[in-house]
């Protein structure tokens, strides 16, 4: 006699998943804070007015070659409006750049001109460092 189970079936989908939340009692629900994100981080889809908010600008160049790298912080928004404003950014001040873990990174030393660009948006900028 044969020991077979039906994995998968055209008209129910995969039955391995079904039976793994009967098991349980409860589907699985997604974490709402992902790991290695910052305590009190906005839900996706939030962001908190400029206005509200304090921008501090740093430069770094540990690490990278001795090449400059402007990094933005401390910015309160969601991750699609972190990356429209990164590319505004890149496209002002002509260079490349990134979002990574909630800080907009641009190539080069460009806090003067990033600092007039975050204020006349309604931010609260602060230049960090000499």
Known sequence: MSKTKTVWSSEHGDLRKKDLTASTG???????????SPKGALREGESVPPHQQ?????????????????????????????????KKLKQECGTGGTVKDGVIEI???HREKI??????????VKIAGG
């Open 54 to 86: 304090t921008v501090y600008l740093h430069c770094e160049s540990a690490g990278r070659g001795g090449k400059a790298v402007t990094l933005v912080k401390n910015l309160a928004l969601s991750a699609e409006k972190m990356k429209l404003l990164a």
């Open 26 to 36: 409860s589907a699985r629900r997604p974490n709402p804070s992902p790991a290695g």
């Open 107 to 109: 190539q080069g030393e």
């Open 115 to 124: 600092a007039g660009l975050l204020s006349k948006a309604g931010y609260k």
